[in-house]
């Protein structure tokens, strides 16, 4: 069985601080890793995505994940926090023909 | 920048009418997903169609929901006898390829609120 657990369901920053949002998975075969963002109001948007290859990921507006198999990890991280990174984020593995997501992590940024 | 729209945005229903909500995916993509994410919980995944069939769904996809393809540009998910549960925020997305196994991510709509009452 697949799941993904997102540790800490808000966390808040200060403006220009590491972002470090949490995500741990299970998985019985080897996963295909996704962020998403969510913006009040909005649709889901993918920040990155792994599926094979290398295990640091880059996405869009700054923000990277590493893939840690032996942690069954993917951390999301961005070096310096902006006022417009504040929203919900999404965590989800994908496996054969299921797909999973966490329970979300709103982000605040603090000036 | 092409994106998926869904009309209404928000849904107000009595339980136990049918609704049907509905949502224009991006023109040249060819696989359609519908999630649900109840107030204050994940999103879920319900159900995912390819030509002109489910190819997978969840299990809250029961007998109550389906989904259509009426003409070449709308995807409608329908739910016959709406319950107080049935409340949630309601997301389409769609996808040049396969979501999981390609390098095309999915396109989220900004999604319907349904609100049963």
């Known amino acids: 069985a697949q799941s993904v657990t997102q540790l800490g369901s808000h966390v808040s920053v200060s403006e220009g601080a590491l972002v470090l949002l949490r995500c741990n998975y299970s998985?019985?075969?080897?996963?295909?890793l996704f962020w998403y963002v969510q913006y009040p109001n909005q649709g889901l948007q993918l920040l990155l995505k792994?599926?094979?290859?290398?295990?640091l990921v880059k996405g869009i507006n700054g923000f990277e994940a590493e893939f840690k198999k032996s942690e069954t990890s993917f951390h999301l991280t961005k070096p310096s926090a902006h006022m417009s990174d504040a929203a919900e984020y999404f965590c989800?593995?994908?496996?054969?023909?299921?797909?999973?997501f966490g329970t979300g992590t709103s982000l605040t940024v603090i000036p | 920048e092409p994106e998926v729209t869904q009309t209404p945005s928000h849904q107000v229903t009595q339980m136990g009418q049918e609704v049907i909500l509905r949502c224009v995916p991006i023109?040249?993509?060819?696989?359609f997903y519908w999630y649900r994410q109840i107030l204050g919980q994940k999103v879920e995944f319900l159900v995912s169609?390819?030509?002109?069939?489910?190819?997978?769904k969840s299990e809250i996809f029961d007998d109550q929901f389906s989904v259509e393809r009426p003409d070449g540009s709308n995807f409608t998910l329908k739910i016959r006898s709406t319950k107080l549960e049935d409340s949630a925020m309601y997301f389409c997305?769609?996808?040049?390829?396969?979501?999981?196994?390609?390098?095309?991510?999915?396109?989220f709509g900004d999604g319907t609120r349904l609100s049963i009452l």
């Open positions: 997305a769609s996808s040049s390829q396969d979501r999981i196994l390609s390098n095309q991510p999915q396109h």
């Open positions: 998985s019985s075969v080897p996963p295909y």
């Open positions: 792994y599926t094979t290859g290398a295990t």
């Open positions: 989800a593995v994908g496996t054969g023909n299921q797909f999973y």
């Open positions: 023109s040249n993509h060819l696989y």
């Open positions: 169609f390819y030509n002109n069939e489910i190819s997978e």
